[in-house]
């Protein structure tokens, strides 16, 4: 790598070896021969990525959208929707399910509460969401220790219902009437040796809604502190319940929750081992969307590719390096872009694409070769600042001279062939200059 601001005093030898590595890298990059990893790996990536991948592959092509069934798709379409997101693969199918839910105006509490959920992050309005959320509540709220929601304002309120109120209230920093919400629970929780929550009148609890429930409360934990003990009690109950042999689904969502709760690690690795062990060769578990999906937001989670600091949104004002990023992740040109998504970026090549500004690729935390040849770059800074101080071709930038040399177009045995070779006499040469 060469950083200087001017036009570098450069022996013969000096920019020799720099044009020779950027060639061979350039070569190697190209065909795909050399490909580092996008990021830290984990237990989880080749699970997760085959559950995204096969999500992304079973979109239906005709409305975009999964399932065929009206609700299954609403239901299917924010969950994947959540899964891809989670795992920072926010591609057509991703924008795809975002539309679709857009475009669908929900007919129950339970999906006013899952598209909110959804779109918040994206910026859309969920105004009427929310207000359809709120009148629900408010039809509940009169009636003692009733301050949750059911499917409609005709139900009474139940604990999975009341649980995506929640979690669409925290996700928009809703606070009207969520001490109502995070009470109703409380009181709905069952007493005794198993404190999960149920379904119905039931009297013991249900693993999924117990889950769920867990999953929104524990966020309020921070600021209400009485909900410590029905958390504590709640995970007892989950993890008595939820157990190897379990469905997926159940498995996943356990695993999500000792996730959320960082309490309990070791349930959760134990968990999602056995869910990787069961994972069918397409990708899927039993072909099932909402399962798939749950089990990929469980593993994005242990992978830590769902973490709050990867979700943030990450500005690019050179639309034309927007374009080359989004280009190089298989991404339509014009999306938006997060640290996460950023974080999976190892090489890129923009040369003579008429960038002007390199901000944003201060996050390519996993960046290690850039060709930014022949263009209007004047700062480096975004790039010379990364730690991992990627390879980058600067010719033809102001300050820096256009190289001498062009790129030939070799077949992909050629490519393997010369770029070993190249490699090899600039490591003779390092050992015979030193």
């Not at 044009?19 to 990059?29: G, H, K, M």
């Not at 504590?232 to 109950?237: Q, R």
């Not at 830590?304 to 927007?322: E, F």
Request: with cysteine.
């Amino acid at each position: 790598m060469y950083t200087p601001s001017k036009v570098p005093a450069q022996t013969a030898s000096s920019s020799w070896r720099r044009r020779a590595v950027a060639f061979a890298l350039t070569i190697l990059i190209s065909w795909g021969i050399c490909t580092p990893s996008a990021m830290a790996a984990t237990p989880y990536d080749t699970a997760g990525q085959k559950a995204a991948d096969w999500l992304v592959a079973n979109m239906v092509p005709g409305d975009k959208t999964w399932g065929s069934e009206q609700d299954l798709k609403y239901l299917s379409a924010a969950e994947v929707a959540l899964a891809l997101a989670s795992w920072n693969k926010r591609g057509f199918e991703y924008y795809a399910a975002l539309t679709w839910l857009a475009n669908h105006n929900p007919n129950n509490v339970d999906f006013a509460a899952r598209r909110a959920v959804v779109l918040q992050p994206t910026g859309q309005s969920i105004s009427q969401d929310l207000n359809l959320l709120a009148a629900a509540q408010a039809a509940n709220v009169a009636a003692p220790g009733n301050g949750g929601v059911g499917l409609s304002r005709q139900y009474q309120g139940s604990p999975l219902d009341t649980a995506w109120l929640l979690q669409a209230y925290n996700k928009a920093g809703v606070s009207t009437n969520v001490s109502a919400a995070t009470a109703s629970l409380k009181n709905a929780q069952l007493t005794g040796s198993d404190q999960g929550w149920a379904v119905g009148q039931d009297t013991s609890s249900d693993p999924i809604s117990t889950a769920q429930v867990l999953i929104a409360l524990i966020p309020y934990r921070a600021t209400d502190a009485t909900l410590t003990t029905p958390i504590a009690n709640g995970l007892a109950a989950l993890n008595a319940k939820v157990t190897t042999s379990s469905a997926p689904l159940k498995k996943a969502l356990s695993a999500l929750a000792n996730l959320r709760d960082n309490s309990n690690s070791t349930q959760a690795a134990t968990l999602l081992n056995n869910l990787m062990s069961t994972q069918g060769s397409d990708g899927s578990w039993g072909g099932d969307v909402q399962t798939t999906a749950s089990a990929l937001r469980a593993l994005a989670a242990a992978a830590g590719r769902d973490a709050a600091a990867l979700q943030t949104p990450v500005t690019i004002p050179d639309s034309n390096l927007r374009a080359a990023i989004n280009t190089a992740l298989s991404r339509n040109a014009l999306d938006t872009l997060n640290k996460g998504e950023l974080a999976q970026l190892t090489s890129l090549n923009i040369s003579g694409q008429n960038v002007s500004n390199l901000t944003g690729l201060e996050s390519a935390t996993n960046l290690t070769y850039l060709d930014a040849s022949n263009n209007n770059i004047t700062s480096w800074t975004p790039v010379d600042n990364l730690s991992q101080h990627p390879t980058t071709v600067r010719d033809g930038n102001p300050g820096y001279p256009v190289a001498d040399h062009d790129t030939p177009t070799l077949p992909q045995w050629g490519a393997m062939l010369l770029g070993g070779l190249l490699l090899r006499v600039i490591a003779r040469r390092e050992r015979r200059l030193a």
